[in-house]
């Protein structure tokens, strides 16, 4: 089974930078799609990024291109969130997700079906 743990959040003021990261065990990550979700107070989980197996394929929501990069390392067994130019609205509870290996990097979270405990991160303005 695999084991998703995440780590990095904390407070940050707006403007700031955080790294997430998500530590893969039990299986091999790359045989998995790679996502990360948030979750803020009384709102759904969206998409924020993902990346497809071999790291070739990357995919942002519009709210957060261009602020924050997702990468992986398949020989640590790592994915990672980089969080720069942060924003309060950025504030949530951030998950890591694996969905089945492909090409195409999905946005629709139940194409995930493993999911971390999740890491808080808050940005104050």
């Known amino acids: 089974q695999l084991v998703l743990v995440e780590s990095g959040g904390g407070l940050m003021q707006a403007g700031g930078s955080l790294r997430l990261s998500c530590a893969c065990s039990g299986r091999t990550s790359s045989d998995y799609n790679m996502g990360w979700f948030r979750q803020a107070p009384g709102k759904e989980r969206e998409f924020v990024a993902g990346i497809n197996w071999s790291g070739g394929r990357t995919l942002y929501a519009d709210s957060v291109r261009g602020r924050f990069t997702i990468s992986r390392d398949n020989v640590k067994n790592m994915v990672y969130l980089q969080m720069d130019s942060l924003k309060p609205e950025d504030t949530a509870v951030y998950y890591c997700?694996?969905?089945?290996?492909?090409?195409?990097?999905?946005?629709?979270?139940?194409?995930?079906?493993?999911w971390g405990q999740g890491t808080q991160v808050t940005v104050s303005s």
């Open positions: 997700a694996a969905g089945a290996s492909d090409l195409q990097v999905f946005i629709n979270r139940d194409f995930y079906n493993d």
